[in-house]
């Protein structure tokens, strides 16, 4: 039996109903339409419209004055039959500007040449730079338009060049592109020309990244680190296919114009299937803007074809030539219409990308919620192709997961885009005609190869290491609620050179330079985590002998003077082997640093929810409790003074190589009263902090603050474990939105398996999850007195794993008995330290008042 075969038949008799029936309709719904949309025919002299719904417009106007002057118009002297603005071409021997008054915000800016021969000036002496102001781009480097044309040879476009960008106008900036000839003492004829330049306004966070939403950030592969496309980087965009698709003309764009092309001459695998379910399901665009892509795009599918299980032995695969030396953004559009795939886990895949795991854990219907018909796009960075320019090739390939219930893969869309390198270059070298010959390139390569290896070295060393990106939501946010910090404030801005006490002899103290050195000058591509507070970089001290979390505070966060010198103070003092250790700091030139031991394993949020983690078995979350347990406890009573976290959650909980629970993040702890003596603080002088969701009441409300808050907060993250959910979920429907409500209601109506996380069915034997719930539920009781102290809870817990192991134990093992997760570095990867900013949700105040503790709900958007 071939379910896939008979799902590709039922597809291809749908499409085939479905064209028959409904092609009266019209694909061309513009639906997002552009403040700016200006198609500009150099050197003409009268507009007109051409077919793929272009106005094309006289360019005079644009021109600088003194231009208008240096440049001449002049016909093409063997015309075209392709439409366009190809007949005329602005062309000049000396340097030409356009400028055009547009709006702030993103463009896409787009250039159309037609090599050929115009009154005296020939073809082959067309050689010039393009670049795009006010931070002047290069758009293009001593291009020679005649040998591009000829290598490109596109014959349904013969020797027409085009070239799409996306840039940012700034406020108050007008958009300016000068055209350069390059003049040398060989080439002493050489011109700049161009045919048509469109300009068209697209939507803020079509590619940029939304600083307000971590959620579509893009991830670098091989990593789960993540790469925002910030609004500095101008990007390229190389291809744009409409995958199992036909060609999609600029008019039939969603109102931004954009061309998409079939994918057929990309693909490397033989056996593949396209499929077109036609309009059956009425496309809901919930996971990503309706302009993303044209519907058409999401209808048509590639996949495996009728192979069934011999899909495992091979991928799906793209290969996509581009520039060495480069990182690139790729993006890839799925949707799921198949009739046969009902539920997230029935077709399951994983992607690489330059041969690197983008993700082993691709499911569509994962994505929207088991919800079909509804488009979502993922984003991936390739963080640098090693190569001095040379043309390579960036493979995309996809394979079924082997648990999978139907063995296949599938596509609907691809753009790839270049981003900009670090001297705001886009170019790429001419290209040759013939092969250079081997020793040539051997000496190109040396001249850039320290560079390139480093480089690749580093993208290797990253790879693998898990993402804590908490993307700095919090800083508009936080204006709001910034009365009640006014404290750090102060403090935070005469931070210079060490001037105010920072401890000195507690721990090491690094500089500056040694902290740039380990860092690479605190390259991106170092960075493991992000967040308000500013970046975590994966780092190497002591001659690379040492991996350290490098936490580089930025100014302005949230994380002050104050925060800083309390973490330096508490951590030094702390040594236990649940606690993160803080190797040093470093406070100079306006830094203010953290270096940490480095956690391989990331925060356990990361391997509960929201992740493409492997989850964690009931066994390794449990030990990761005790650990927890066991440092809060150590916190609480194994030093002089009551230590107060203040901020017990999940993503403060970090995992290093061999799974041991590290509790992190001490910005906010505090100093307590003697054990069990509560410290009542006054309004008019002490905020509430924490996280919300892990909250205890009596402190927030009442403001008392004891080393029993910390217990409450550990309670809600016992309850993170045994459901694999967030404390709070604003979408989910009243009686579910407070985890901890919901779990009393089920615990007192006996039916506490309800919460259990799916992914742990079958995995915990009912006496272990009745003492688990009792000892998390008994944790959050509202009277803090009535809470077990952390020592007590340490023993319950192991209580607890002995119950499961006995239980296990007595059955047969094998039945219970999880992916063993030995290596993390191997699988998932990791990171360092964060102090979670953001870390489930965009409205996760720092700063409470007490009444606000739920209101946050009125800001449902999250995904
Ligand atoms: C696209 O979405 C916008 C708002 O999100 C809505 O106003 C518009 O009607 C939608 N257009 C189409 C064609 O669905
Ligand atoms: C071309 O169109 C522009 C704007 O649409 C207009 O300002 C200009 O006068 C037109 N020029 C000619 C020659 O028709
Ligand atoms: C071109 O002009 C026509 C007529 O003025 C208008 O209907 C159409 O929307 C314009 N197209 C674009 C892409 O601006
Ligand atoms: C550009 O390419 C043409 C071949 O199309 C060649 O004849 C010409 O010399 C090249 N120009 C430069 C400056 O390399
Ligand atoms: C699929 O591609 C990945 C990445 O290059 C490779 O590791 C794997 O072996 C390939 N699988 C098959 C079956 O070819």
Known sequence: MDTTCTRIALGTIILHLLLMGLSYLSIAEVIYSPDELLSINCGSSSNFSTRDGRNWTVDINFLTVESRINSVAAPALTPTTLMGPYTYARLSHSQFTYSFPVTAGPKFLRLFFYSTSYQNFDRTNAYFSVKFGPYTYTLLQDFNASLNADVDNDP???????????????????????????????????????NGIEIVSMSPYLYYTNPDDYTGVPQIVGTLSQYPIENSSALETIYRL????????????????????????????????????GRITKLSFNMTQNYTAPDEVYRTVRNMGTNGSMNMRFNLTWQLPVDSGFTYLLRLHFCQLDPHVSLSGDLRFSIYIADQLGTDWADVLLWTYNRKGVPVVRDYVVSYIPGNREKTNLSLKMHPHHKSRIKDAQLNAIELFKISDTSCSLADPNPHLLPQPPNNTISNKKSNGTTSTIIAAVAGAVSGVVLLFFIAILIKHRKNVAVNESSNKKEGTSRNNGSLSVPTDLCRHFSIEEMRAATNNFDKVFVVGMGGFGNVYKGHIDN??????????????????????????????LHHPNIVSLIGYCYESNEMILVYEFMDCGNLRDHLYDTDNPYLSWKHRLQTCIGVARGLDYLHTGVKQVIIHRDVKSANILLDEKWEAKVSDFGLARIGGPMGISMMTTRVNTEVKGSIGYLDPEYYKRNILTEKSDVYSFGVVLLEVLSGRQPLLHWEEKQRMSLVKWAEHCYEKGILSEIVDPELKGQIVPQCLRKFGEVALSCLLEDGTQRPSMKDIVGMLDLVLQLQDSAVNYEDSSSHSTVPLSDCSENTGLSTTSDGDGSYGRMESFVLIPDDVFSETKNPKRR
């Open 242 to 277: 409409n995958v199992a698709g036909k060609d999609i003309t600029g008019s039939e764009d969603t109102g931004m114009l954009r061309t998409w092309k079939a994918d057929d001459n990309y693909l490397t695998t033989q056996s593949t299937m396209s499929v077109d379910f």
């Open 156 to 194: 349904g476009q013969p020797d027409i060049l085009f070239r799409e960008y996306c840039i940012n106008i700034g406020e108050g900036e007008r958009l300016d592109i000068t055209f350069i000839p390059t003049i040398t003492a060989q080439h002493q004829h050489s011109y700049a020309f161009i």
């Open 544 to 573: 690379g002998s040492t991996t350290v979390a490098i936490k580089r505070l930025k100014q302005g966060s949230r994380q002050g003077i104050r925060e800083f010198k309390n973490e330096i103070e508490m951590l030094s003092q």
